[in-house]
């Protein structure tokens, strides 16, 4: 790869002077859906979808391919789209020499990942978007890069096309090496050594897991701050496990800061991406579907552990904002909230004295409100403020001489107050689109907060949407769609769509004890094997054999943000091996775990892996299965789930079902509660605190 | 009652478990012949409800060999 950081230095010095034009244009994305694409479809850059035909123009006038990947929240696209792609210069020369192809990464995550990975591996560096890869007309990429200024942006093109006249060979050269990269990159391997999960291990995962988080301010070390949601519940897990409060106090510590820092949107509720700085103040402002939904999760499971008013507030507060601004009236869930809105990065989020000063008309009220949200005349960021808080209220109250409840009735009067003056405000943008593996997410969040609070509406609104992707996304031979938008899907699902539904559904069992979620979570991952496994390695591609092929099968094995799509689909297989006794999951399962365990183990960083992490964890320490039976379950179920039970699998109803596990275990008259492991049973109780007692 | 109609639900339930993880998987040869005994020794049909001491002797045979298997099964 050294050629390549020689090629990248030669390239972004490149740089000259052109025009800018205003004229509106229409190009080949004007029937495309997703908001993305749509925001460029009046560029004069002649982009074009990422689809056959388009491939087949490139092939046939034998142009260079630009691939253009972004999404719609992404600060720095619209910066560049601005910059560039909406200047008639630029636009000629891309227009004239390439055939540019723009994509949404939400809606085609494959196409992003194959040439996301060319970009690490041409520059030695991690990458983000706006993504521009450059690539020959059969589609090998040559050369990926990021956000360029328009200076810069046109010396590469230059770059590009001068190359392609004077020395092609060069480029091909390029494209081979780079495309053994890509096939290679994240391939795992069959293990054919001896299965061993030990708690040695695990002891070791956490101890290291622990050694990256920042005790004082939470998450991990330095900046920018990412909410991670999955390490958290790893770590939960452990703490379930272990009993030892520092792995408690990591999840809490980085909870609280969180909870209180500028990434909480401390008037609507919910989180931004993530924060600029080490102390979770300064957002980049867009609003995820798949971090809020995770974040329900995270705080509703940790209030299950520690019982903390804060985190139900977040949830609620944060299932408002997801009923508020992301849901559909038919049960969907939107995908996110742009950064900027006016062309100014989080200007509908943050407030100067000034306006608060108009707004409250009480200096007193905005004297407490200013040192509950640490607000400032010259403001405490970029001449604005950011809502966060450093005092507890109970020191805020006695600064200002009053009790914590009136402080509870100034601040929630101001709130409501200052919601007001910003709905006044032009809203960022919306992208309405809808996918199936984000609102997944989003589906077990309203599951876990169901579990938690108890609360019928969370889980009426888990069902409204679980309705909704039966209805509109899954198909009769359970092949799924990936999005949809104004009553259209247009994309085959990839693995992640197949693995979340399949865990949410599992979850919408537990609550529900309706068989038929289950079934379908069953079908999903039969499914997936059918079309995604790799026999050779026992893991599974992203991308469906149906599916027309890219230059290369990926496989996703690392935890991110989102799990990886390998991991969540090996505890769909684990789980569904307990509730089916399907010994094929397990192995394929177990498997999975076992080719995965040396990049684990022995990582510095497991928290790259943190959903293998706890299905290694629920190898170690395999969950009982605990059935519920009788007429009076709905009661029980509630009462068992309001528990923080991480080491558990839950099943039952008023009669026996189907599932073997729960054969034979109705007794008329009574509700029993099984606690059973390996399918063999203790004693039946019918007390809830009774069967808790006998999990280890 | 309740208890030892439970007994007895329990013994069949988990001898099913053991049934079928015997079928299922690689056990050794000393646990199929324990279970085989405790089958051929036990009719679940004629167990008296009113001998408590007998239910729970029985349940205690099949919880020691799945005891058995699970860690046979994890060496």
Redesign the interface.
């Known amino acids: 790869m050294r050629n390549y950081l020689v090629f990248f230095i030669i390239i972004t010095i490149f740089a000259c002077k052109t025009p800018s034009g205003n004229a509106q244009y229409s190009n080949h994305l004007a029937n495309e859906s997703s908001p993305y694409l749509l925001q460029h479809a009046n560029n004069p850059v002649d982009w074009h979808p990422w689809n056959k035909e388009t491939l087949a123009k490139a092939k046939a006038e034998n142009k260079l391919i630009l691939v253009s990947v972004g999404y719609s929240a992404c600060h720095w696209c619209h910066v560049m789209e601005h910059e560039s792609f909406e200047d008639t210069a630029v636009a000629r020369i891309m227009n004239e020499h390439f055939v540019n192809i723009k994509v949404d990464r939400e809606e085609r995550p494959d196409v992003d990942d194959v040439y996301m990975t060319a970009c690490h591996l041409a520059t030695g560096r991690n990458c983000g978007w706006p993504l521009n890869a450059f690539a020959l007309p059969d589609g090998r990429p040559i050369w990926a890069g990021t956000y360029f200024p328009k200076k810069e942006w046109i010396g590469v093109l230059e770059y590009f096309i001068k190359t392609k006249e004077e020395e092609p060979v060069k480029l091909d050269e390029y494209a081979t090496e780079l495309l053994a990269g890509i096939q290679q990159n994240g391939r795992i391997s069959f293990n054919g050594s001896d299965q061993v999960f030990t708690q040695d291990n695990l002891s070791n995962i956490t101890a290291n897991f622990l050694k990256n988080i920042d005790f004082k301010k939470g998450g991990r070390a330095g900046a920018p701050k990412f909410p991670m949601p999955n390490n958290y519940q790893f770590l939960l897990q452990q703490y379930y496990q272990n009993g030892d409060e520092k792995t408690l106090e990591a999840v809490t510590t980085t909870l609280d800061k969180m909870a209180n820092g500028g990434i909480y949107d401390h008037l609507g509720g919910g989180f931004a991406r993530y924060a600029t700085d080490d102390k979770w103040k300064v957002p980049h402002f867009e609003k995820m579907l798949y971090d809020n939904s995770q974040l329900v999760s995270l705080y509703a499971q940790a209030y299950q552990v520690t019982k903390n008013p804060l985190y139900k507030t977040v949830v609620e507060e944060t299932t408002d904002f997801i009923e508020r601004e992301l849901m559909d009236k038919n049960g969907s869930f939107y995908s996110s909230l742009d950064a900027d809105s006016e062309g100014e990065e989080g200007k509908f989020y943050v407030w100067t004295e000034e306006e608060l000063a108009a707004i409250f008309q009480d200096d007193n009220q905005l004297k407490i409100f200013s040192n509950y949200y640490e607000i400032y005349k010259k403001g405490n960021w970029e001449h604005t403020n950011i809502l966060h808080r450093k005092k507890s209220a109970e020191e805020v109250a006695k600064i200002s001489g009053i009790t914590p409840t009136e402080l509870e009735t100034i601040i929630a009067d101001a709130k409501v107050q200052l919601m007001a003056a910003r709905d006044k405000r032009v809203r960022p943008g919306l992208d309405d689109k809808v996918l199936t593996s984000w609102n997944a997410l989003m589906l077990k969040g309203y599951v876990d907060a169901y579990k938690a609070f108890g609360d019928a509406h969370y889980l009426e609104t888990a069902l409204n949407n679980a309705n909704f992707l039966e209805k509109e996304m899954l198909q009769k031979d359970n092949r799924l769609n990936r999005n949809y938008k104004d009553g259209k899907s247009v994309i085959n699902a990839f693995l992640d769509d197949y693995a979340l539904l399949a865990d949410a559904f599992i979850a919408l069992y537990e609550v529900t004890f309706d068989e038929k979620w289950l079934y379908k979570a069953k079908d999903l991952v039969d499914y997936s094997i059918a079309h995604f496994f790799d026999e050779k390695s026992g893991m599974f591609n992203y991308t469906s054999d149906l599916d027309p092929p890219l230059i290369a099968r990926k496989m996703e094995t690392s935890d991110n943000v989102i799990p990886a799509s390998n991991s969540v689909i090996a505890k769909d297989l684990y789980l569904l091996g307990l509730y089916f006794?399907n010994?094929d999951f397990m192995a394929k399962s177990k498997q999975m775990m076992h080719n995965m365990s040396s990049s684990i183990v022995d990582s510095d960083q497991p928290n790259f892996y943190s959903n293998w992490c706890s299905l290694y964890g629920m190898m170690v320490h395999p969950p009982y299965e605990v059935a519920i039976v009788g007429d009076n379950y709905a009661t029980l179920k509630k009462e068992w789930q309001a528990n923080y039970l991480p080491n558990a699998i839950l099943l039952g109803g008023k009669n026996e079902g189907t599932l073997?596990l729960l054969?034979?275990?109705l007794?008329e008259?009574?509700t029993?509660i099984?606690v059973?492991?390996?399918?063999?049973?203790k004693?039946?109780v019918e007390e809830v605190g009774e069967a808790i007692k006998m999990l280890d | 009652m309740?208890y030892e109609?439970?007994?007895k639900?329990?013994i069949?339930?988990?001898i099913?478990?053991?049934k079928?993880?015997i079928g299922?998987?690689k056990i050794s040869r000393g646990i199929k012949n324990s279970f085989e005994d405790i089958k051929s020794n036990l009719d679940i049909s004629k167990l008296s409800l009113a001998d408590k001491d007998e239910l729970i002797n029985e349940?205690d045979k099949?919880?020691k060999l799945?005891l058995k298997?699970?860690a046979d099964l994890s060496s």
């Open positions: 006794y010994q073997e054969e034979s275990k007794q008259g009574a029993m099984y059973c492991q390996n399918k063999v049973c004693f039946p | 309740l109609k439970s007994l639900k329990l069949k339930i988990n099913m478990a053991v079928k993880a299922a998987k349940l099949i919880e799945a298997m699970k």
